[in-house]
């Protein structure tokens, strides 16, 4: 079985060397994109499996972030997971109207986001919609 890739979309240095920790750990492979405008190019050259996405980017623009990934139809199939310490009252419904399939508050906990992405990994909707955009 391939080792599934999380792309890690956060400005915070330390959460992202304790991502690459615990995602590395848990047999993940990781690539990271420190801003907004980052993230598209690194996601269409990393194709991963899963998205972690800050909404409070420095460039703000995390939520466009979503919309864009929704965009291409390339990467439209790749789940995104927020996380993000904005207010949940406020962001979630916007977060999951944008595309998240989850949302998760920082700090982070380790078993709640490891579990997040075991679930959207094994849902039979995503396992179709990469096989229908792989390349024969």
Known sequence: MDKKKILVVDDDQDLLRALKVVLEAHNYDTAFATHGGLSIDMAM??????????????????LTVMERLQEIDSLARIPVIVITC???????????VAGAKEYLQKPI????????????????????????????
């Open 45 to 62: 050259r990393e194709t991963p499996d899963v998205i972690l996405l800050d909404l409070g980017l420095p460039d703000g623009i995390g």
């Open 86 to 96: 904005r207010p949940q009252h406020v962001y979630k419904d916007v977060a999951l």
């Open 109 to 136: 906990d380790n078993a709640e986001l490891l579990s997040a992405i075991r679930r959207i990994l094994a849902d039979p909707a995503l396992i179709e919609r990469k096989n229908r955009t792989r390349p024969d």
